[in-house]
């Protein structure tokens, strides 16, 4: 069965700082990887996915993500943080049907 | 594209009442998923259509919970005798070859 962890429910960065969010996957299959972020009361925005072409995927507001198949990852980063990134961030992989399965999900902070 | 629309965006129902949620997926899209999020945690996966086919329920979809999707269009999830804990942000998705998510609709069950 598929499963997600993100390491850290909190992650606290300074603004302009590196940002770094943990995610670890476990497949059966091949897996499809995705990011989303979530803003209070609102639903889910892509940030980025990975469907088994480039391991290094782009994605919007300068975000990207590595595939790791050997360390079973798919963490998130940032180069530099800014205030308008705080937010929810959730880790996810495709199931059955192609369902997705989200990890608990990283809160980010961004302070000044 | 007009996006994933669901309505109401907020519900407060008394307990033991019953509600209907809506949701009008993008148009072209054939498949349609509902997931329901508590405070604090990650989206868990209800239900999923593939045009008016229900496919697939999780085990969280309880028989107080049901779910339509007439004629492949839109969907709605209904619970029965809601309970404090049904509280959550039920989201819909729909999808071709990604998901686009709708902005939920957060029922509170007072």
């Known amino acids: 069965a598929q499963s997600v962890t993100q390491l850290g429910s909190h992650v606290s960065v300074s603004e302009g700082a590196l940002v770094l969010l943990r995610c670890n996957y476990s497949s059966s299959v091949p897996p499809y990887l995705f990011w989303y972020v979530q803003y209070p009361n609102q639903g889910l925005q892509l940030l980025l996915k990975y469907t088994s072409a480039a391991t290094l995927v782009k994605g919007i507001n300068g975000f990207e993500a590595e595939f790791k198949k050997s360390e079973t990852s798919f963490h998130l980063t940032k180069p530099s943080a800014h205030m308008s990134d705080a937010a929810e961030y959730f880790c996810a992989v495709t199931g059955g049907y192609n369902k997705l399965i989200f990890g608990a999900g990283t809160r980010l902070a961004v302070h000044p | 594209d007009t996006g994933v629309s669901q309505d109401p965006r907020h519900k407060i129902t008394k307990r033991g009442q019953n509600v209907t949620f809506r949701c009008d997926p993008i148009?072209?899209?054939?498949?349609l998923y509902w997931y329901r999020q508590t405070l604090g945690q990650g989206p868990e996966f209800l239900t999923y259509?593939?045009?008016?086919?229900?496919?697939?329920k999780s085990r969280l979809l309880s028989d107080r919970f049901s779910a339509e999707r007439p004629k492949g269009s839109f969907s709605t999830l209904e619970i029965q005798r809601t309970e404090q804990g049904d509280s959550a942000m039920y989201l819909c998705?729909?999808?071709?070859?990604?998901?686009?998510f709708g902005s939920g609709t957060r029922l509170t069950v007072v």
């Open positions: 259509f593939q045009n008016e086919a229900q496919l697939e």
């Open positions: 998705a729909s999808g071709r070859d990604g998901y686009t």
């Open positions: 148009s072209e899209h054939n498949r």
